[in-house]
């Protein structure tokens, strides 16, 4: 396939983004659909944290050594994008912390334990709004609603709630929890009707501070700009976007516990994930010409963003795929 040929991403999540931006510094046209609105990917904390998922998150362990490989993809894409990446130190504040580190020292993490402590510097971080405006500067964007797609004689048409249409030699799904678009093939469609969506809420907090990712059994506070956030809860098979405060209380009342008063809530973000059956995304070819899927990251979607564009710049351009590209096939499923 020509490294020219024009690319439609539908989707403006980071993994849509990151793609489009790969492919674009590959010399690609590169035009995004996507309605606007809230999204998971812009609400999150940013966090590219091998470490404290495994910490936090059962389902990551046996993906540790793959979590870390794509955080290390992070240097070389954020420089080659103009993003900003941050140190991004976790505390586990735990009477079970050298336990804790003792398991991150067996996935082959660095970690330390004292007294109820545990740190490790494995982890980074990155402000995830501006990231995502700057991943947009080479690509089109187009603020419109996809509502179908079709291919014929080779090339992918995308129809739109407007009534215009977009056409491309390469299209990349990228819809997160959405129902997959009319015209889509069938095979294409099973794989997108598996993801599971996972809602969560997130507390922006009116302080903005400084220093490490504190981390508790189920409740993280991570610093930021704009304001510290507080969460997140997993709502499993929940799609729906009302915040519900009453879901927050728990978080808060262990957060409080673990470190003590908490600075007042600004406001609740809520974004829906999606989750395929093993935890990790399905990034790459379809088995249909032209049609690739970058969709369901669970938790981890900005960890494993620049994995997955390396993944779908290859795979379009018809070269050699990244060694982790078949943990991350779609055809796994």
Not at 126 to 146: F, S
Request: glycine content about 12%; aromatic content about 4%.
């Amino acid at each position: 396939m020509s490294t020219r040929s024009s690319v439609i991403v539908v989707g403006g999540g980071v993994l849509g983004l990151a793609a489009g931006a790969e492919l674009a510094a590959g010399g690609h046209p590169v035009t995004v659909i996507d309605a606007g609105g809230v999204n998971a990917s812009r609400i999150a904390a940013g966090m590219i944290a091998p470490a404290r998922e495994c910490l936090l998150d059962p389902v990551a362990r046996p993906h540790a050594a793959l979590l870390r490989r794509a955080r290390d993809v992070w240097p070389a894409f954020a420089a080659r994008h103009g993003l900003s990446l941050q140190p991004a130190t976790t505390q586990w504040i735990s009477p079970d912390a050298a336990d804790r580190a003792a398991q991150l020292q067996a996935l082959g993490f660095v970690a330390e334990a004292s007294g109820e402590g545990l740190t490790t510097h494995e982890d980074w971080r990155i402000e995830a709004g501006p990231a995502l405006d700057r991943l947009c500067g080479g690509l089109t964007r187009i603020k419109d609603l996809a509502t179908s797609v079709a291919h014929v004689d080779g090339r992918w048409t995308v129809g739109l709630a407007s009534g215009r249409a977009v056409d491309g030699d390469v299209l990349v799904v990228a819809t997160g929890v959405e129902p997959a678009l009319p015209g889509l093939p069938p095979a294409v469609a099973a794989r997108l009707a598996a993801i599971t969506p996972v809602r969560g809420q997130i507390a922006r907090l009116v302080q903005a501070g400084e220093g490490p990712v504190r981390r508790a059994p189920g409740v993280y506070v991570a610093p930021g700009a704009g304001g510290d956030r507080l969460g997140a809860t997993m709502e499993t098979g929940r799609r729906d976007l009302k915040p519900e405060p009453q879901a927050l209380v728990p978080l808060i009342t262990m957060a409080e516990a673990a470190f003590g008063a908490l600075p007042e809530i600004a406001r609740i973000d809520v974004g829906v994930r999606g989750a395929s059956p093993d935890g990790l995304p399905m990034v790459g070819a379809s088995g249909t010409p032209g049609l690739f899927l970058a969709v369901a990251p669970r938790r981890n979607g900005w960890l494993l963003a620049p994995l997955a564009a390396a993944i779908l710049a290859a795979a379009v351009e018809g070269r050699p795929l990244p060694a982790d590209a078949a943990a991350l096939d779609p055809a796994r499923f």
